[in-house]
């Protein structure tokens, strides 16, 4: 079974393209949270948060040619944790959201320094202009949060890494026409 086996026939095409409400996203993190092999309730309930995160990202923050399978699986594995890093890439996207400010490293490399952040949602909101977005005004920070609340830092790496072996294979299908 593939991906658009499990789509409404609107998404079937191009379904991160397609995609327009919430519930497109619910429909499409569902389909591929469908394609893993998770057992229990829990994993499934935050996979599908991650996904509807960075689906809703790629949505409202994003340009259209950025809305891709390969770009997915960038921010999917952007919310892998790097070298004992305390915040993971994506971490770091959903908290420029979230504040309006962007967490840099300084040059000795331990100190964090904060930069106004460059962000700009598609409908014109930038963070930085409005000393950041409340988590409940964007659809991707709600779902993050929710997902970064739900499970501990391993669990979390468990998620992600059992995702992106889904999306890995969604993105040979899409190659190969199938």
Known sequence: MTLKDKLPDRLKCSPLLTMESDSDIETIAESIVNLSDSDGDFFKKTEKLLLMAALGYLRDWCEPAQRTIGNLISLLDAALPKDNETHTTLDNLFYE?????????????????????????????????????????????????????????ETRTSIVTTLLLVLEEVEKEDAYGK
């Open 97 to 153: 959201m979230k504040s309006g400010c962007k967490r840099v490293k300084s040059e000795d490399g331990i100190t964090t320094l904060w930069e106004p952040s460059a962000l700009s949602r598609c409908d014109g909101l930038t963070p930085r202009d409005s000393n950041g977005i409340d988590v409940s005004e964007d659809f991707s920070l709600t779902c993050y949060e929710g997902f970064r609340h739900a499970a501990m830092r």
